[in-house]
């Protein structure tokens, strides 16, 4: 059987402990052995017990205390780290680290292990800023150490500024992504489309559809944790924007266009999993179009087709279409990879029950440049993303 990722966490003496408990039980949920390990300032905000519960082990607080293995801990825990996390990290662990002290067991073991240490740093805004420490985080950088940048916001103590824990969401990301084996996209660059675009008809009426953009921000987030430096140019989602993802927001059909065309030409892989409007409405109303007796009429006209456009364009990108199909799924795919110079397209049949547009789901057949055709069965749209990758960089 695999065995589950380690991450050990460090936690110390700052008023976000509380904000780790849901860092802690996110790992959890995502499989992966939480080691805890708290600073004695720590355990005055929080019990050790409230993190053994939650990581569903024992906490470590103490270098000196009744051993409850043969190991000496702080080696063990050192080595045993895939990823080693100190949230949150407090002005005084910093400086520790960055300084070689080694004075109780989280510095020691984080001196000790080689695996890649995160700090997620919340602070108060002047004490973030202080250029001791400034210089102590610039030192650990550039020694390899990873910095979260910390959110802003209002502080707990009533100021406003920089120095608050990233999400818990976000640190999880970080480290999933730090945990993640494959790093085959590195220095690659990805552009992915996602979301509906809308066509405006007056100033508080659009036509739209139902993408929800869960298939391009599964592919921007296996892109961003196989190591790529990923642009999501997204339409209106409710998705939640991926950590470590540069999103660009756009409504229309023409914006996402715009954005495309400037970001294409460095672009190594191009993944358009958008749902943009084919057509627009030939005339905006400025003003609010009034209710009346007879039946409304509204034209629309062909908008840019964008998936052309960069097939025409296209140099040495590789260029991923999709396309949703309810009839002759695989041979209007095909025509559709053919008529617009793509080297892949993902076919799939809206017409499926619990895949496809805002289910979690996915059943897609991939179809290659050479006419080979890969049927994918059922699964999340996060494996879809997976296999497109393993087929995109030939592993499959
Ligand atoms: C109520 C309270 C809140 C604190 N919050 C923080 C904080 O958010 N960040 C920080 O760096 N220090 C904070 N401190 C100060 C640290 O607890 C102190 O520097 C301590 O020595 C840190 O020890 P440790 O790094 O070993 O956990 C706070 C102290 C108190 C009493």
Redesign the pocket.
């Known amino acids: 059987m695999k065995k589950n990722k380690c991450v050990v966490v460090g936690v ?5 402990v509380y904000k780790a408990l849901d860092v802690v039980s996110l790992l959890r949920k995502n499989n992966v052995d939480v080691r805890v390990i708290m ?4 355990t005055e905000f929080i019990a050790p017990v409230t993190f053994q519960a939650i990581s569903q082990n024992l906490v470590a607080t103490d270098m000196f205390s009744e051993p409850k293995a043969w190991e000496i801990q702080h080696i063990s825990l050192a080595k045993i780290a895939d990823v080693f996390l100190v949230a ?1 990290a ?4 910093i400086g520790k680290v960055a300084n070689g002290i080694a004075d ?1 067991l989280l510095s020691t073991t984080i001196m000790a292990t080689k695996a890649k240490v995160i700090f997620a740093p ?3 805004t002047n ?1 973030y800023n202080n250029p001791i420490v400034q210089e102590n985080i610039s030192k650990l950088k550039s020694l390899g150490y990873e910095f979260m940048d910390p959110d802003s916001g209002r502080l707990a103590c009533g100021d406003e500024g920089s120095g608050k824990l990233p999400q818990p969401n976000d640190i999880l990301q970080k480290v999933m992504c730090e945990l993640y084996d494959k790093k085959d996209l590195m220095g690659k660059k990805v552009i992915v489309t996602a979301g509906p675009t809308r066509t405006d008809v007056d100033p508080v009426r659009f036509i739209s559809n139902r993408s929800t953009g869960k298939m391009g921000y599964a592919i921007a987030t296996e892109a961003r944790d196989r190591g790529a430096k990923v642009l999501l140019i997204s339409g209106p989602t409710n998705e939640e924007k991926p950590y470590g993802v540069e999103v660009i927001d756009v409504i229309t059909n023409q914006e996402m266009l715009d954005v495309i065309l400037k970001e294409y030409d460095d672009a190594d892989i191009v993944i358009k999993a958008a749902a943009v409007a084919d057509y627009k409405a030939k005339e905006y109303s400025c003003q609010k179009i009034k209710k009346g007796d007879k039946d409304l009429e509204i034209e629309l006209i062909r908008d840019n087709d964008i998936l052309m456009t960069l097939g025409q364009k296209k140099k040495n990108q590789i260029l991923v279409g999709f396309a949703a199909e309810s009839q002759n799924v695989i041979e209007n795919a095909n025509g559709k990879l053919k008529k617009k110079n793509l080297d892949y397209i993902l076919a799939n049949d809206i017409t499926l029950k619990d895949t496809g547009f805002a289910s979690t789901d996915n059943k897609v057949t991939i179809i290659t440049r050479r006419g080979q055709e890969i049927s994918l069965h059922k699964m999340s749209k996060r494996e879809v993303a997976r296999n497109l990758f393993e087929v995109i960089l030939e592993k499959r």
């Open positions: 110390t003496g700052g008023i976000a600073t004695k300032s720590a949150p407090t002005a005084n662990i109780d919340a602070m108060n004490m």
